[in-house]
């Protein structure tokens, strides 16, 4: 079946830097989706791609659809303390269900 | 706009004891619903998912069932709890387009079995 590596699992950076993580898979998706949860809720779309090459910006984060169909980078830049959380990854295949990566887990030190 | 609910927000169970967890949808028809568990903060697992009333797909053999007895609203249920269903449940709804097919979740119910 399909499957999504995301990476890294967990990151610890310093307040004010750039993060980058991204997700890839054997198989070619036409939407790619990026979702942040934060403690204890449900995840909240943050950027959602809909076709290859397409970069997206949604305030310090930016997404970008590869070129390839078979990955997907999501980069957050001056990161803040309110970053925390974990990102999720999900791609999807006309009419398909979401397939979700295992998810980053973003700790920020302020 | 549309919301989706989900309730109770938080529930302790003791193994053995039937369950039910609600989600409803507001301000749009024919969703497609979902309903995920995920554990320990990691990973989305698909439980289920409604295309319309009284229609249910099941991804992976468990004790837990779903319903949707009405257009918005989706129901989890188990007749008998274990301990391994604990966990972070996650309700979803998609729009019928399947051209942008992007979820929106609930706020999750967290379900502890004792």
């Known amino acids: 079946g399909q499957q999504l590596n995301q990476s890294p699992q967990s990151m610890f950076i310093q307040e004010g830097e750039d993060v980058s993580m991204n997700c890839t898979s054997s198989?070619?998706?036409?939407?790619w989706l990026w979702y942040k949860q934060d403690p204890g809720e449900g995840p909240v779309l943050l950027i959602a791609?809909?076709?290859?090459?397409e970069l997206t910006s949604n305030g310090r984060l930016t997404a970008q659809f590869g070129i390839t169909r078979k990955d997907s980078f999501l980069n957050i830049s001056a990161s803040i303390p309110s970053d925390v959380g974990i990102y999720f990854c999900?791609?999807?295949?006309?009419?398909?269900?979401?397939?979700f990566g295992a998810g980053t887990i973003l700790r920020v030190k302020s | 706009s549309q919301t989706i609910h989900q309730w109770p927000a938080t529930l302790v169970q003791p193994v053995g004891s039937p369950l039910s967890l609600e989600c409803t949808v507001e301000?749009?028809?024919?969703?497609?619903l979902y309903w995920y568990r995920q554990a320990a903060g990691r990973g989305l697992q698909l439980l289920f998912y409604?295309?319309?009333?009284?229609?249910i797909s099941s991804e992976v053999p468990q004790n837990l069932s779903a319903s949707r007895p009405q257009d918005r609203q989706f129901i989890l249920s188990s007749k008998k709890l274990l301990l391994s269903d604990s966990g972070f449940y996650l309700c979803?709804?998609?729009?019928?387009?399947?051209?942008?097919?992007?979820?929106?979740f609930g706020a999750g119910t967290r379900l502890s079995v004792l």
């Open positions: 301000g749009t028809s024919n969703p497609n």
């Open positions: 999900a791609g999807q295949l006309w009419g398909n269900k979401l397939v």
């Open positions: 198989s070619i998706f036409n939407t």
């Open positions: 979803a709804w998609s729009a019928l387009d399947r051209s942008k097919n992007i979820q929106y």
């Open positions: 409604s295309v319309g009333i009284g229609q």
């Open positions: 791609l809909y076709k290859a090459g």
